[in-house]
């Protein structure tokens, strides 16, 4: 060391930097512990809160100003609690999310009562209460701490525990009311009189009971009838009719909101949209951006070289000098069909120009909206996530509602990429029929996992057709018979859904609009489950049998039309003629035999360790000298026989299989308390070296259990339920396995 100085490693502070693209807020809800936890989603993981709106990642951190609200909360407690959701969904998640941030909450808070009370006592003697409940009955539920509210299929609902628990028994529709319930609504009047309603009157032009202390949602509707009712509880002296007051905007002027523009549709999934203003806080800073673009719409520039740009909300006033020059020669030489690369970010900003309307027809923007999302898919599959909806909102917003089934046409999306709901893309489709959705949007209709089937993997083309056609059979059956399509005969109540329209997008006052839309959500009703579950697993049986493949699917209920039609079309029933005309032997074309010179080593490996297994059994069965033996010149003789092995090699079937339920139960009833034993420890998925264990003691090896196994349900329920060389339960015989040794009381070897 030269001097009385030297270097000292200071650590390199975190540096500030953009967003991610991918990064996403989500507020989950543990039920059992009663709080909000917050949860950061992003590919560039580890994504950690710090506080002060800072989120830190491996090389930084980047800022939401807006989560620093939550610091009390998140720091000190690591969650919200019940008690103050009222002030995080009325305040804190509002700000953050008018922000433009993609944030979501399993919870979500609603201005629709739970419950809707109507009185009339037009007939003193005979008081009447129409009940009308908006949540279901049997699936709400209260949490200590989040008074006045219930939750409810994600939602809370206003509504206290005390009106909802004294009403609960009563159904919707008209109730008589007797002196105590009428008691008791008048109690409950005062706590919660946002629930109670006149029926035919409008609730905007009665008078309101003047309070002190005004709470939140209790604003009832007060007439003659209902103050007569509960003139006990009422000072209705003090009553005065109460001006609602002006809707203001962000500015603080009294400017009334125009009604909501409804648009009708025809169905059969899609009812009505609607669409109203949506004021964001970022409205203002980003309707210069739509100025500037309308300024540049028709801006041709010169030449440039590519410089790379990654911007959370890219706009021009995030670009240099070199940045904004490639963006306009980009997209101008787009605009001419000779598609350059470029950064994602660039995209988006002309993906904003867009929807904003900066320029062009509003055909030609939805067409070069397709056209970004077709030329640029490919290196940037995160366009699937964006543009769907995107593209969904500029047809609803711009009168283009006829052409959403363009979208699946020209993409053909994957269930997950149809947002917020898939009846948004496959409306066109379902006029058809249900034939005509994408393949696997039918699979995931179905609870029968048809993709992971042995069979189908052999044959997919072959089970996709027939499906199909199978689907496209029926509807024209329906069609013929009742003059209605397939999709009739399944009736879901329609349901209705809010969303943002462009969220997480560069949007002017123009362009941010709130969407609602009413539909019939078919691809969620249980019914259509349970019937396609039945084609699916009959479908594929008739495809089993014609192809003379062991094993058949059980678990489903089919009307007996249904699956003579589905016969028919699978050709089940020409196989079932000819059986019966034809009784000359069926000659099989011998299979090719292939021999796995691997696994034949592995299994003479377990052979010669089960010989020395068997040998040490022998050894230890010989009599063993005393000392006074080995002096005597007698020998004592050797055993004349070798232990006999147990016998759960053998199979034995039950003489009489109609004294069972199903074929499950009798190959159940057919198993040895050691074969019980060791299937029960397959479905529970015990390792390799435990189920060698267990053969060890019956003085055998694994692969001789599985034979055994497989022989003894080939002859009860016609097919091999396990892989012989791994041992692994096939997936559609593990739940009536599973079922069928719980229900079993012991077969004949038992």
């Not at 030609?364 to 970004?372: K, P």
């Not at 397939?486 to 002017?508: E, Q």
């Not at 479905?683 to 259990?705: K, N, Q």
Request: net charge neutral; proline share 7%; with cysteine.
């Amino acid at each position: 060391m030269d001097g009385p100085f030297y270097d000292i490693k200071i650590p390199r502070r975190p540096s500030e930097q953009t967003c991610p693209e991918d990064f996403a807020i989500h507020f989950a809800f543990l039920r059992q512990r009663g709080v909000l936890r917050l949860d950061l989603h992003g590919d560039s993981m580890p994504l950690q809160y710090s506080g002060k709106g800072r989120i830190l990642l491996q090389n930084g951190f980047f800022r939401i100003a807006q989560l620093a609200t939550l610091d009390p909360f998140l720091i000190e407690r690591r969650f919200i609690p019940s008690k103050f959701f009222k002030i995080f969904f009325r305040v804190q998640y509002p700000k953050i999310s008018a922000c433009g941030w993609p944030v979501t909450s399993e919870l979500t808070m609603e201005k629709t009562p739970a419950l809707q009370l109507c009185i009339d006592t037009t007939d003193p003697g005979n008081p009447v209460c129409n009940v009308r409940w908006n949540i279901r009955r049997e699936a709400f539920s209260f949490l200590d701490g989040f008074e006045e509210y219930v939750i409810c299929d994600g939602c809370c609902y206003p509504g206290p525990r005390s009106v909802l628990n004294t009403v609960a028994h009563l159904s919707d529709g008209i109730h008589k009311l007797d002196e105590a319930m009428l008691t008791a609504l008048r109690r409950h009047y005062q706590d919660a009189p946002y629930l109670f309603t006149l029926q035919g009157e409008d609730p905007r032009k009665a008078n309101l009971p003047h309070r002190a202390n005004p709470q939140i949602h209790k604003n009832p509707s007060v007439n003659p009838v209902i103050q007569q009712t509960f003139s006990d509880i009422l000072d209705l002296s003090d009553s005065r009719p109460a001006a609602a007051p002006p809707e203001r905007n962000l500015a603080g002027s009294s400017i009334p909101s125009a009604p909501p523009k409804k648009i009708s549709m025809d169905g059969p999934a899609l009812l009505s949209f609607s669409h109203t203003a949506n004021i964001r806080a970022e409205n203002g800073k980003f309707s210069f951006f739509t100025i500037e673009a309308r300024r540049f719409a028709e801006y041709r520039p010169e030449k440039a070289e590519f410089v790379p740009f990654t911007c959370y909300w890219p706009i021009y006033s995030k670009m240099s000098r070199e940045q904004r020059a490639w963006y306009f020669y980009w997209r101008d030489q787009f605009r001419q069909r000779n598609a350059l690369k470029t950064d994602l970010s660039y995209i988006f900003v002309c993906i904003y120009e867009l929807i904003n309307r900066a320029y062009g027809s509003v055909e030609e923007g939805l067409d070069t909206l397709f056209s970004l999302w077709r030329t640029y898919r490919k290196p940037f599959p995160r366009l699937d996530y964006y543009m769907p909806v995107y593209c969904a909102d500029y047809m609803i917003l711009n009168g283009l509602h006829n052409r959403l089934g363009e979208i699946q046409q020209h993409f053909s999306l994957a269930p997950g990429s149809m947002r917020p709901f898939a009846e948004l893309y496959i409306n066109d489709l379902l006029r058809e029929g249900l034939h005509a959705l994408p393949f696997e949007l039918l699979c995931e209709l179905s609870d029968y996992k048809l993709l992971q089937s042995r069979f189908y993997q052999q044959q997919p083309e072959l089970c996709q057709d027939m499906i199909r056609q199978v689907l496209s059979e029926l509807d024209h059956a329906m069609r013929a018979a009742k003059n209605q399509p397939l999709l009739s005969a399944f009736s879901p109540a329609p349901v209705t859904i809010n969303w943002t329209a462009y969220s997480g997008a560069v949007c002017g006052r123009s362009a941010a609009r709130q969407i609602c839309a009413q539909y019939i959500p078919y691809t969620g009703d249980p019914a259509i489950r349970t019937f396609l579950t039945g084609v699916f697993k009959h479908t594929e049986n008739g495809l089993r049998k014609r192809s003379g493949y062991a094993g058949r699917l059980r678990g489903y209920t089919l009307s007996q039309p249904v699956c003579t039609l589905i016969d028919r079309v699978t050709g089940v029933s020409s196989v079932k003629a000819a059986a019966h005309t034809d009784h000359s032997p069926s000659v099989q074309t011998p299979q090719p035999i292939e021999i796995d010179l691997e696994a034949a080593k592995k299994l003479e490996l377990a052979s010669w360790e089960n010989t020395k297994r068997l040998i040490d059994a022998v050894e230890s069965t010989q009599q063993t000298p005393q000392d006074a033996d080995i002096l005597s010149p007698t020998v004592t003789p050797l055993p004349t026989s070798v232990p006999q092995m147990p016998e759960q090699t053998q199979v034995s079937l039950p003489a009489d299989f109609s004294q069972y339920a199903d074929a499950y139960t009798a190959f159940a009833a057919a198993l040895s308390q050691f074969q019980r034993t060791f299937l029960s420890a397959l479905l529970d998925g015990a390792s390799y070296d435990t189920l060698s264990t267990l053969a060890a003691r019956e003085f055998s090896f694994p692969e001789a259990v599985f034979e055994t196994l497989n022989e003894l349900a080939q002859s009860c329920i016609g097919d091999l339920i396990l892989a012989p060389d791994s041992g692994e339960i096939y997936e559609e015989h593990k739940q009536a396995l599973q079922h069928a040794l719980a229900e079993s009381t012991g077969g004949p070897n038992g």
